[in-house]
């Protein structure tokens, strides 16, 4: 499996990828907004588009479709619930569906929803294509289309069986912005506040590739059971103990505000 990280370089500071066949070079890309960029780095690299993966219907994530289904032919996949936005879907895809990309690549679709109602993620081995549901160091807003409680529940249930060595490959490059969040709600996380320091002058398309054990370590919204972390997010004086769920909500709401 090959992995082409592409940086739009836009205000969204969206990510593009092609996730190609070793084997065949046959590719798939995921979530085209620049489709002129996606096909001039395929050609680079020697591969054909052969797929599209959206991971949700939102707009910059879907409007390099038409560009890159008119250059190859390729076809389009997403989760039925967002056809009406995509327009043009030739399979829909649902939790636990394989896409075979040439002879070598197999993608597991996980159902992701929360971020939007029709999300999903792609694994390829110890690779997950996160789209809009996790972040460097944060997650998926809600307020297009969305409902937080769902996206707590995809990250208790999904996210939480995935090792640490899994790769993040997300939608859009927020690290900074997110990881000084992480620092405010967590001031004693010192592994999140050495990682802010370093990457200072870092972002965009030099961003790092982090896993899920990095996330787990850094990411707010993975660490709801840390005392600091809920004990920041207040509560009712002699009120019980904050759940799992209850911190994390509190979480997205300060971070919509933040």
Same mark, same amino acid.
């Given at each position: 499996?090959?992995?082409?990280?592409? +940086?739009?370089?836009?205000?969204?500071?969206?990510?593009?990828?092609?996730?190609?066949?070793?084997?065949?070079?046959?590719?798939?890309?995921?979530?085209?907004?620049?489709?002129?960029?996606?096909?001039?780095?395929?050609?680079?690299? !020697?591969?054909?588009?052969?797929?599209?993966?959206?991971?949700?219907? @939102?707009? &910059?994530?879907?409007?390099?479709?038409?560009?890159?289904?008119?250059?190859?032919?390729?076809?389009?996949?997403?989760?039925?619930?967002?056809?009406?936005?995509?327009?043009?879907?030739?399979?829909?895809?649902? @939790? !636990?569906?394989?896409?075979?990309?040439?002879?070598?690549?197999?993608?597991? =679709?996980?159902?992701?929803?929360? @971020?939007?109602?029709?999300?999903?993620?792609?694994?390829?081995?110890?690779?997950?294509?996160?789209? %809009?549901?996790?972040?460097? *160091?944060?997650?998926?807003?809600?307020?297009?289309?969305?409902?937080?409680?769902?996206?707590?529940?995809?990250?208790?249930?999904?996210?939480?069986?995935?090792?640490?060595?899994?790769?993040?490959?997300?939608? @859009?490059?927020?690290?900074?912005?997110?990881?000084?969040?992480?620092? %405010?709600?967590?001031?004693?996380?010192?592994? *999140?506040?050495?990682?802010?320091?370093?990457?200072?002058?870092?972002?965009?398309?030099?961003?790092?590739?982090?896993?899920?054990? &990095?996330?787990?370590?850094?990411?707010?919204?993975?660490?709801? &059971?840390?005392?600091? =972390?809920?004990?920041?997010?207040?509560?009712?004086?002699?009120?019980?103990?904050?759940?799992?769920?209850?911190?994390?909500?509190?979480?997205?709401?300060?971070?919509?505000? +933040?």
């Amino acid at each position: 499996m090959l992995i082409e990280r592409i +940086w739009v370089g836009n205000p969204g500071r969206n990510f593009n990828y092609l996730v190609a066949c070793e084997a065949t070079g046959n590719a798939v890309a995921v979530d085209p907004l620049d489709a002129g960029l996606c096909l001039a780095t395929a050609a680079r690299r !020697g591969w054909r588009i052969t797929h599209i993966v959206n991971t949700h219907e @939102h707009n &910059d994530h879907i409007a390099g479709n038409a560009g890159v289904v008119a250059a190859t032919g390729a076809s389009v996949l997403a989760h039925s619930r967002a056809a009406t936005r995509i327009g043009r879907i030739d399979r829909e895809v649902g @939790h !636990g569906d394989t896409v075979a990309v040439g002879t070598s690549l197999q993608l597991e =679709v996980l159902a992701t929803p929360g @971020h939007t109602l029709a999300h999903i993620c792609l694994r390829a081995g110890d690779a997950l294509l996160s789209g %809009d549901t996790l972040f460097n *160091a944060g997650v998926g807003k809600c307020s297009k289309g969305g409902d937080p409680a769902t996206l707590y529940e995809t990250f208790a249930t999904v996210f939480a069986a995935l090792p640490d060595s899994v790769r993040v490959y997300p939608g @859009h490059e927020y690290l900074r912005r997110n990881l000084s969040f992480a620092v %405010d709600r967590e001031p004693g996380n010192t592994r *999140a506040r050495r990682m802010l320091e370093r990457i200072e002058n870092i972002e965009g398309a030099a961003a790092p590739v982090l896993t899920l054990g &990095d996330e787990r370590e850094i990411n707010v919204f993975l660490r709801v &059971d840390s005392p600091e =972390v809920a004990a920041g997010v207040g509560g009712a004086p002699g009120s019980a103990p904050a759940t799992a769920k209850e911190v994390f909500l509190a979480l997205r709401r300060l971070r919509d505000r +933040w």
